[in-house]
Nanobody, 115 residues
Framework: QVQLVESGGGLVQPGGSLRLSCAAS????????MGWYRQGPKNQRELVAS???????NYAGSVKGRFTISRDNGKNTVYLQMNSLKPEDTAVYYC?????????WGQGTQVTVSS
């Protein structure tokens, strides 16, 4: 069974950048689509970006043009490059398959955007 561990979060000022990583304990080659999700203090968990095994990407409107998702199947890792961060991007960020698999939810990584 695959275990996913997110890292790279932190405190950043508005306009700053962070790069999140999601390391899988097993192979993600068999998982066609991977996604990054986030859950803010008042919000339900939402999908912000996804990528297929072929490299096709999709983004939520709120992050399009600012976030970039990528995956390295050889390293069993999925990345989320976040630029031009805004306070409303503050949330716990998780990676999972798309659609998500309950058993794959990890602890997430906290991203706080504040001056």
């Amino acid at each position: 069974q695959v275990q996913l561990v997110e890292s790279g979060g932190g405190l950043v000022q508005p306009g700053g950048s962070l790069r999140l990583s999601c390391a899988a304990s097993g192979s993600i080659r068999s998982i066609d689509a991977m996604g990054w999700y986030r859950q803010g203090p008042k919000n339900q968990r939402e999908l912000v970006a996804s990528i297929t095994s072929g490299g096709s990407t999709n983004y939520a409107g709120s992050v399009k043009g600012r976030f970039t998702i990528s995956r390295d199947n050889g390293k069993n890792t999925v990345y989320l490059q976040m630029n031009s961060l805004k306070p409303e991007d503050t949330a716990v960020y998780y990676c999972n398959a798309k659609p998500p698999i309950w058993a794959y939810w990890g602890q997430g990584t906290q991203v706080t955007v504040s001056s």
